[in-house]
């Protein structure tokens, strides 16, 4: 089975950085498209960012020019460096992927969910 992990949250000060990784396990044939969500007490899940197979990538607002989201395809691996935090950024972040991979004896291709890290940004 297909599994995502993530690491790498934590407590951090204003103005600091973290770098989110999500590794993807399993029988996978292609990784397609990548992303990170977050959601804070009491919000909606929001998009973060995301990654093509070939690298183009789509940032919210909020986060761009302070975060940058990378993949390492042959590792199957996700990334997301954060920095100049805001308290803002405070939340639980989730990886996303659209994986192709063997499930049950089949190939098929479906979108995955990792379990989330917390990320707390405060003095």
């Known amino acids: 089975q297909v599994q995502l992990v993530e690491s790498g949250g934590g407590l951090v000060q204003p103005g600091g950085s973290l770098r989110l990784s999500c590794v993807a396990s399993?029988?996978?044939?292609?990784?397609?498209?990548g992303g990170w969500y977050r959601q804070a007490p009491g919000k909606e899940r929001e998009l973060v960012a995301t990654?093509?197979?070939?690298?183009?990538?789509n940032y919210q607002d909020s986060v761009k020019g302070r975060f940058t989201i990378s993949r390492n395809s042959a590792e199957n691996t996700l990334y997301l460096q954060m920095d100049t935090l805001k308290p803002e950024d405070t939340a639980v972040y989730f990886c996303?992927?659209?994986?192709?991979?063997?499930?049950?004896?089949?190939?098929?291709?479906?979108?995955?969910w990792g379990q989330g890290t917390q990320v707390t940004v405060s003095s």
């Open positions: 996303n992927a659209d994986i192709f991979a063997k499930t049950d004896g089949d190939y098929r291709r479906e979108t995955y």
């Open positions: 399993g029988t996978i044939l292609a990784i397609y498209l």
């Open positions: 990654i093509t197979p070939g690298g183009n990538t």
